[in-house]
């Protein structure tokens, strides 16, 4: 069995020929190790081999590994679902928010960062940098998936950038799974529409199954998770 270490490697290396395909630069996408179900002494076994960006599905089962994870210079994107009532827990565990599909999720995250930074003797409480977030958006039909609909991004993103500690930094979907990743290729091609028509210069989409075909449409970010850790436990 290759070691995490070897998975990593061999993510960064289908990465880099999926972004040379698409005429893109080898380094302009970022890699999300997702540690879903993974114990901490997996993650920390990831971040030995240089990985530094993370991501998670969801506040409850980070809370409890948070405290295992005590790695210098990580980052920790929120990537499964958020209900409102979460948010000042999410803005004190992670660093970014990709899972926005309303504006009472944003107000309700504006004002949990707000609260943070006063917490921290900000005295106005807007601080330098806003909480970094992306609109999730729901391009299929499926109920179980969520985010925003299409017709009703264009007003959210709006509304969300004139949150002031919030900052807007793009869009983010998960599409229906489908066994030929081609499948997901139309998806991820409006998505990137979509954010070239909002002006937002990042794109959060494609998991271990179709993460090429998402580099070759222009994600900016990539969630890999089994490819890394191997399947879930």
């Known amino acids: 069995m290759p070691s995490i270490a070897e998975n990593l490697a061999d993510v960064r290396a289908r990465m880099e020929r999926a ?36 991501a998670e599905n969801r506040i409850q089962e980070f ?21 409102s009532n979460k948010s000042h827990r999410a803005v004190q565990l992670f660093d970014v928010v990709e899972t926005v599909d309303s504006e009472r999720l944003a107000r309700r995250l504006d004002e949990a960062k707000e609260q943070l930074l006063l917490s921290a ?39 969300v950038l004139e ?3 919030l900052q807007l930094r793009g869009l983010m979907t998960m599409p229906p799974f489908t066994e030929d990743p081609e499948g997901a290729r139309p998806y991820y091609r409006r998505l990137r529409e979509w954010a070239g028509r909002l ?3 990042q794109l959060s ?18 969630r890999i998770g089994t490819a890394i850790f191997g399947e879930r436990r």
Do not use: N
């Open 199 to 201: 002006g937002l210069p």
């Open 121 to 159: 003797g900000d005295r106005d409480g807007r601080g330098p940098h806003g909480l970094p977030v992306f609109l999730e958006v729901k391009l299929s039909a499926e109920p179980a998936k969520t985010g925003c609909r299409e017709e009703e991004l264009p007003e959210l993103a709006r509304r």
């Open 19 to 54: 972004a040379e395909r698409a005429g893109r630069a080898p380094g302009s996408v970022l890699l999300l190790a997702v540690t879903k179900t993974q114990p901490p002494e997996r993650v920390r076994e990831v971040y030995a081999a240089g990985q530094r960006h993370f």
């Open 205 to 222: 989409m494609g998991m271990t199954h179709d993460f090429e075909v998402a580099i070759e449409e222009g994600a900016t970010l990539v």
């Open 63 to 83: 809370e409890r590994k948070r405290p295992l994870l005590e790695l210098p210079g990580s980052e920790w994107h929120l990537v499964g679902h958020l209900q």
């Open 163 to 165: 949150f002031p500690h």
